[in-house]
């Protein structure tokens, strides 16, 4: 038997804030693998690479692959120091454990519930797929599966066994990715433009912050376009200023997709959207003044940019609340500030000529936005507060 030296704990008892449900449902895993199946590629990364990525995040631990043959690299996880071991013989647990043919995907969600209701995974069709929690271990796993109840998979889960329904996994993964902070026009419309984009990054060396970096440079570059105050000028800012949401699908997706989500990246593309936004405020109040629009162009352009500094200071706020003290509206608030919708809006009345209308809902929504995250703070500190 040969192992991966990475240095992740292993034991559940040794990790910190897990409830007694998670540590209860910390159960060993044993992946089954055949060269051929587990070296196909879905989204970049082994289909191997993907299942012991989803089980270790679900809980799984400890992580033993069974196979005889040689294994294709593990590419992240090893970059993620994920602790596995391979053996050419399974090992015997004492107790329940997960078992799992290497030539399948699976998402972290489905596989954590596996865990935690001793199930066997199926898809929604009613397939039964071979990934399941078993009593204890049985020479012939896959007909005591079939003993297990089914529970239907809520995320992409299908069986890989050639190149085939690699693609047709492939397509079901990209198909899966959204984001809670997904308006309409993201789910629509940005992020389907913005899907070939990233089916071909993800393929390249190049990073999910790299992506979010270009996303704001091109947020700023139309903000450039808007104060210059001139009308072809505006619509091309317009047109960027849409580009830059489109391209802040991009790095959500590469994240997801290839495991590569980080608190960094996080923080990152959540400072970049307000940078852009408040550049973007700025801008147009400029440009509206030096083309002679609404005397009050500055009072409302400063409104707007004082407004979206406040509602990012309250959604850091926020943030930094303890779970129980974060409802699920001013969730749903909080997303709203991360993600761009309005840019319809503002594409629309740049070409109308009325970019000074969107000064006025920018003034006045910006403070109407962060009072209601502020008051719904408030209302769930006072609520938490008999708890403690």
């Known amino acids: 038997m040969t192992a991966n030296t990475a240095s992740t704990p292993t034991d559940a008892a040794a990790l910190p804030g897990d409830t007694g449900k998670e540590r209860a449902a910390r159960l060993p895993a044993l992946i089954f693998a055949h060269a051929p199946t587990a070296g196909l590629r879905v989204a970049a990364l082994t289909v ?11 809980g799984a631990s400890p992580i033993t692959i069974v196979s005889s043959e040689p294994l294709p690299a593990l590419e992240r996880t090893v970059a993620l120091g994920i602790p596995y071991a391979v053996a050419a013989a ?9 078992v799992a043919d290497g030539g399948l995907l699976t998402q972290a ?18 397939e039964r797929l071979p990934i399941g929690v078993l009593p204890r271990l049985e020479t012939d796993w896959r007909a005591a599966l079939d003993r ?4 239907a998979a809520q995320g992409a889960a299908a069986p890989v066994t050639d190149l085939a329904s690699a693609r ?4 079901m993964l990209w198909a899966s990715l959204t984001s809670s902070a997904d308006g309409l026009v993201d789910r629509f419309f940005n992020r389907p433009c913005g899907r070939p984009l990233s089916k071909m990054l993800a393929h390249t060396p190049i990073s999910p912050n790299a992506v979010s970096l270009v996303s704001t440079g091109i947020g700023l570059a139309a903000a450039a376009g808007f104060a210059t105050g001139a009308y072809p000028a505006a619509v091309a800012a317009a047109l960027l200023f849409q580009l830059s949401a489109i391209v802040d699908c991009v790095d959500g997706d590469l994240a997801r997709v290839l495991f590569k989500e980080s608190p960094l990246g996080k923080w990152l593309d959540l400072a970049g959207d307000q940078v852009v936004h408040v550049a973007v405020f700025a801008a147009i109040a400029a440009g509206v003044i030096r083309g ?12 707007a940019v004082l407004g979206a500094a406040f ?12 779970a129980g003290e974060q409802g699920e509206r ?8 991360t993600n761009r919708d309005f840019s319809v809006l503002v594409l629309a009345l740049a070409c109308f000529d009325r970019l000074e209308w969107f000064l006025w809902l920018a003034a006045v929504g910006s403070h109407v936005f962060w009072l209601a995250a502020l008051a719904l703070q408030l209302g769930a500190a006072s609520r938490s507060q008999p708890a403690r």
């Open 90 to 98: 399974p090992p015997a647990p004492a107790g329940p454990v997960l």
């Open 109 to 126: 969600t489905d596989v954590r519930a596996l865990l935690q209701q001793h199930a066997r995974l199926s898809t929604t069709a009613g």
């Open 311 to 322: 509602s990012f200071a309250v959604v850091l706020r926020g943030m930094r609340r303890p």
């Open 292 to 303: 002679g629009g609404t005397p009050w162009a500055a009072w409302l352009g400063a409104s």
């Open 148 to 151: 297990q109840p089914a529970l």
């Open 48 to 58: 191997l690479d993907r299942l012991v990525v989803a089980a270790h995040r679900a």
């Open 168 to 171: 047709a996994a492939e397509r």
């Open 330 to 337: 001013l969730k749903k608030l909080i997303d709203a500030l």
